[in-house]
């Protein structure tokens, strides 16, 4: 009697391997899944805006991280010099610029940032 009870066992025992595997696939799908939404996205993101940084020029219009808006005047390594109102000129770091303005004052789209999550 004893026989059978061992050779049920090893009949269970090749299925539970498939089993904890299977037990790790939702979890397996669900990272794969937010890497595609959430962290590639953010990623390609992060490397636009700092392309951006590296590419800004005196005359641009900027806005910064805080909301204000100006024109550049000076660039140094990481220290940018904004004029906001005719000869008030502010210094921000390079890292606190959020976008370029339009002609109008307008946030353009292209170097715009969005929110993820909420």
């Known amino acids: 009697m004893t ?24 979890l397996i799908l669900i990272f794969v899944v937010f890497y595609f939404l959430l962290i590639r996205p953010q990623q390609k993101q992060a490397k636009q805006h700092q392309a951006f940084l590296n590419d800004l020029k005196k005359g641009y219009k900027v806005y910064t991280k805080g909301g204000i808006h100006g024109v ?37 789209g292209k170097t715009e940032t969005k929110s993820v999550g909420g």
Not at 11 to 25: D, K
Not at 79 to 90: F, M, P, T, W, Y
């Open 3 to 26: 026989g059978i009870a061992f050779a049920a066992d090893g009949a269970t025992g090749a299925a539970g391997g498939l089993g904890a595997f299977g037990q790790f696939l939702p």
């Open 72 to 108: 550049i005047t000076n660039l140094a390594d990481n220290v940018i010099s904004l004029e906001i109102a005719k000869d008030v000129v502010i210094k921000v770091s390079r890292d606190a610029i959020g976008g370029a303005l339009n002609k109008d004052g307008a946030a353009s």
